[in-house]
C-alpha cells in the first residue's frame, strides 16, 4: 500500500471515532418528530385544498346559473324550452295591512285631495264677459254667499276645498254703451273634495225641491223651481225664483220678476251664475245661457 493511500484512512479513521453515536432514544425521538412534521405539512395542505374549494363553490353560485359550466363536449344538448314568465304572488292580508276603500284622487287616509285636484283658484279660472255685454265696470271679488236662502239648506258646503265670488255687472248686446247694466251675476267656482262635486249638485236639487216658498230681505216671497239645466258640463243644476213685480206700497204692478241661478259641475269643480238683476230688471235667459258656456269654456281651460 502506498504512502499516500495509507494517510489517506488514517485520517478517515481519525474522523469517524471522532463523531458519538446518537443514543437509540434520541434516534427513536428524531424519527418521530420527523414524522409529525410531515403529518402537520400534510394537514395545512388539505385546509388550503378547501378553502379554495369553497370559494370557487361561491363564485359559481355568485355569477347565477348562466355561469356554471356547460357539458362535456360531445354531451347532445336537450331543446330549449321557452323561458317561463315569473308571476308576483298576490302578497297576503298580513304584508300589506288593511285594504282601504277611497275614492280615486285622494289619500287613503284622509279623503283630501291630492296632487290631480286644484287647490286655489286663479283668475284666469272666471270667464271674461263677450265685448258686446261688457259695461266697462270691473269685476269684484267679494266674500259672501253664494246661493240664495234655501230654507237653511248649505248644498256641498262640508266638502268644499276653496271657494272665490265675485260680482260682475252686463249689459245685454241692445242697450247702447254708457246706459245702466241690464244685470248682474254672484258667479262663484268652488272645488269640492275628489268625488263629492256630484254630491253637492244632488244636495241643491234636493233643496229646491224641499223649499218651494222663501222669504227674502223686505218681506217679499220667492216661489222656487226646477227647470231643465240645459246639458252644461258635466251636469249642471237650474232652478228660478219667481215674485210679483209691485210698486212702492207693495202692490202688485203686473209681471213678474225672475232670478235664474245655474250651477255647473265640471269634474271637482262647481261654478254658479246667480244672476241678480239691476234695479228690478229680470233674468233673460238667452243672456244667462251665453255667459254659462263661456263660464264652463274658462274652467275648462285652466284645468287642462
Known sequence: MSRELSRLYR???????????M????????ADRRARNRAAVGALAAVALLAGAAVGTQIVLAAGPDSRPGPPAGTPTPPSVPPTQNTPAAPSPTETGPTLSRTPGTSPSTGRPTAGTPTSIPDRAFFT???????????QFRPGPVLPALCGA?????????????????????????????????????????????????????????????????????RLRLLDGGGYGDESVLFEMRTPYRDINGDPTGGDEVRLIRAVRIGDVVTVL??????NTSSDR???????????????KWLM
Open 23 to 30: 443514543a437509540p432514544e434520541q434516534l427513536r425521538r428524531r
Open 11 to 21: 485520517v478517515l479513521a481519525e474522523d469517524t471515532d471522532g463523531q458519538a453515536l
Open 274 to 279: 246667480w244672476e241678480q238683476g239691476w234695479e
Open 286 to 300: 238667452s243672456q244667462v245661457d251665453a255667459d254659462s258656456r263661456r263660464a264652463v269654456t274658462a274652467i275648462r
Open 129 to 139: 264677459l263677450a265685448a258686446a255685454n261688457d259695461t266697462g265696470l270691473p269685476p
Open 154 to 222: 248649505e248644498p256641498g258646503e262640508s266638502n268644499i276645498v276653496q271657494r272665490r265670488a265675485r260680482v260682475l255687472a252686463y249689459r245685454l248686446a241692445s242697450t247702447p254703451k254708457g246706459y245702466v247694466p241690464d244685470g248682474s251675476y254672484r258667479h262663484s267656482i268652488t272645488i269640492y273634495r275628489t268625488g263629492r262635486a256630484d254630491d253637492a249638485l244632488r244636495e241643491l236639487r234636493q233643496a229646491v225641491r224641499n223649499c218651494p216658498e222663501q222669504e227674502v230681505t223686505g218681506g217679499v216671497t220667492f
